[in-house]
């Protein structure tokens, strides 16, 4: 994420004034943060698991979405745009601007992203009473870690090293490694820009 801009504003304000924006931003607690672009491996992994998902629940209940639809938590008082999510709630096809009760999450993990993604980002999605899963992808390892709540609602950690298979219970899908990184091999990545 970039600088904040210098003017606050509350999530109404935010929404009105995003839609006239070039860019996407996202917004915490009245700040907004111009998001950077994306590497091609970054954008090709995601494709991979949006397009994994969307033919898996293809005529279901479920929709699939990708970088561009902003999810609310209203918690947190932020919007953000996860690189892929899943809902399954009908309030949220309802929903034009964004969407607010995921099943899952999943971020690609970038040098300039990925503290914010395990930390502050994740802390907010917790509080999504609706959220099962939450996947981060490493680009440049291929490592793939799944956070799953468990009854107790308590944040449980499953690693996976390439080439392993993950099971996704939220949407009842394993989703293979290969699949993952398909056409994007793990390996570092030389000169990319700030990514989302």
Avoid at 110 to 115: G, H, R
Wanted: a negative charge; hydrophobic letters at 40%.
């Amino acid at each position: 994420m970039a600088n904040p801009q210098s003017a606050r504003m509350d999530a109404e304000a935010f929404l009105a004034w995003e839609t006239e924006q070039p860019e996407k931003h996202q917004f915490v607690a009245g700040e907004v943060f111009a998001m950077g672009g994306a590497s091609d491996r970054h954008v090709t992994i995601a494709g991979n698991v949006f397009s994994a998902l969307r033919e898996h629940l293809r005529g279901g209940p479920c929709r699939t979405f990708i970088a561009d639809m902003k999810l609310r938590v209203e918690a947190a008082d932020a919007f953000f745009y996860p690189d892929v999510m899943v809902t399954c709630d009908s309030a949220d096809r309802g929903r034009e601007q964004y969407k607010e009760a995921p099943v899952l999450v999943v971020e690609v993990l970038s040098p300039s992203t990925e503290a914010f993604d395990r930390g502050a980002k994740f802390a907010a999605y917790r509080a999504l009473g609706s959220l099962q899963e939450y996947l981060l992808i490493d680009p440049a390892s291929g490592a793939v870690e799944l956070y799953r709540r468990d009854p107790e609602n308590h944040w449980v950690l499953y690693t996976h090293a390439p080439p392993d298979a993950v099971d996704l219970r939220s949407v009842s899908l394993t989703l293979e490694g290969a699949s993952i990184f398909e056409d994007a091999a793990p390996g570092p990545e030389h000169g990319t820009p700030a990514e989302a």
